[in-house]
T-cell receptor, first 109, second 115 residues
């Protein structure tokens, strides 16, 4: 049975890097890994996605383990506006996105 | 570029009443999704449309929920009759196409309270 695990919550200091982990041990070779985040009182927003290689964009970096059983979302310099719930969403068997409970990130000034 | 529009933003009804939500996706997006997000949980997919056809409605409680996407653009989600446990935020999202590599764009949601 497909299972994704993330810590319930994490804390970071402003302007420091944040590493948000995700375990997805049942992922297959063709399953994309997406990350979304949801700021308070808003709909989720796309952050980044990848398949095998590490990925970078203006918002974050995604590091994918060589065996693909885990990935880490990296925010290089957290700001107060990055406080949100971060969802790691492996898309198993090219099916629809299944959101878990995510990781609630608190950023302290 | 305009984002996904939803209305109303808030709705309060009594149980057993009916309610409808409206969504206007990003222009040109073929795929439209409705999600239900209960407080403290992640969004749960209710139904997915590709143009005006239903791709996946396996998690839609069809005895009380219905959705349509006439002409493959706007969509409405209806609940009839509402139950207390339907209190949630209803999110609409759209993407250029289906497929797991496509980014989904979400609207602000409609917060439904059933009393």
């Amino acid at each position: 049975d497909a299972k994704t695990t993330q810590p319930n919550s994490m804390e970071s200091n402003e302007e420091e890097p944040v590493h948000l982990p995700c375990n997805h041990s049942t992922i297959s070779g063709t399953d994309y890994i997406h990350w979304y985040r949801q700021l308070p009182s808003q709909g989720p927003e796309y952050v980044i996605h990848g398949l095998t290689s590490n990925v970078n964009n203006r918002m974050a970096s995604l590091a994918i383990a060589e065996d693909r059983k885990s990935s880490t979302l990296i925010l290089h310099r957290a700001t107060l506006r990055d406080a949100a719930v971060y969802y790691c969403i492996p898309i198993y068997n090219n099916n629809d996105m299944r959101f878990g409970a995510g990781t609630r990130l608190t950023v302290k000034p | 570029e305009a984002g996904v529009a939803q209305s109303p933003r808030y709705k309060i009804i009594e149980k057993r009443q009916s309610v409808a939500f409206w969504c206007n996706p990003i222009s040109g997006h073929a795929t439209l999704y409705w999600y239900q997000q209960i407080l403290g949980q992640g969004p749960k997919l209710l139904i997915q449309f590709q143009n005006n056809g239903v791709v996946d409605d396996s998690q839609l409680p069809k005895d009380r929920f219905s959705a349509e996407r006439l002409k493959g653009v706007d969509s409405t989600l209806k609940i009839q009759p509402a139950k207390l446990e339907d209190s949630a935020v209803y999110l609409c999202a759209s993407s250029l196409n289906s497929g797991s590599y496509n980014e989904q764009f979400f609207g602000p949601g409609t917060r439904l309270t059933v009393l």
